[in-house]
């Protein structure tokens, strides 16, 4: 069958918060309806979705940012989810194709996402579309009552 890598629609909000729920190990919050809804107008940011006949087998979200340092935009990926039934049919590789095409045309400066400890076995996936490491991150949470991932 044939996989379309489209933006997600309204009608994608369930099975994008099941996909993120297993990314994240826990059921989905409150929250994330109101941001996926949030992304669905393309301005702050965008969910794409791996669809093969109806069924949504992964799922790829990312933010629009404002920098000085770039006199606009930069474009950062937030979350890259793949079913694991599904893995193995390089859907990541073009959920990530699709996602660095959009930053483009919106005009992004640049492209990056932040690999977490939980993440960093990911690295040479992002390498084979040219993503290179630069630095490391820090950060601390503003909401007493949620931890960083």
């Not at 996926?36 to 940012?65: I, K, Q, T, W």
Request: charged content about 25%; glycine content about 10%.
């Amino acid at each position: 069958m044939t996989i379309t890598i489209r933006p997600a629609q309204s009608a994608d909000e369930s099975r994008c918060l099941e996909l993120l729920s297993l990314l994240r190990g826990t059921p989905p919050e409150p929250e994330w309806a109101t941001v996926f809804r949030a992304l669905l107008d393309g301005e702050r940011g965008l969910v794409l979705v791996a669809d093969e006949a109806g069924a949504l087998l992964g799922s790829a979200a990312v933010s629009f940012n404002l920098a000085m340092r770039y006199g606009g935009i930069y474009c950062q990926l937030e979350e890259l989810i793949v079913d694991p039934a599904a893995r193995g049919r390089n859907l990541g590789g073009r959920l990530l194709e699709a996602a660095i095409s959009a930053a483009k045309a919106k005009g992004a400066a640049e492209f990056g996402l932040y690999l977490v400890q939980t993440t960093t076995h990911n690295r040479p996936f992002y390498e084979k579309y040219d993503l290179q490491t630069v630095g490391d991150e820090m950060r601390m949470p503003l909401d007493s009552g949620k931890q960083p991932d």
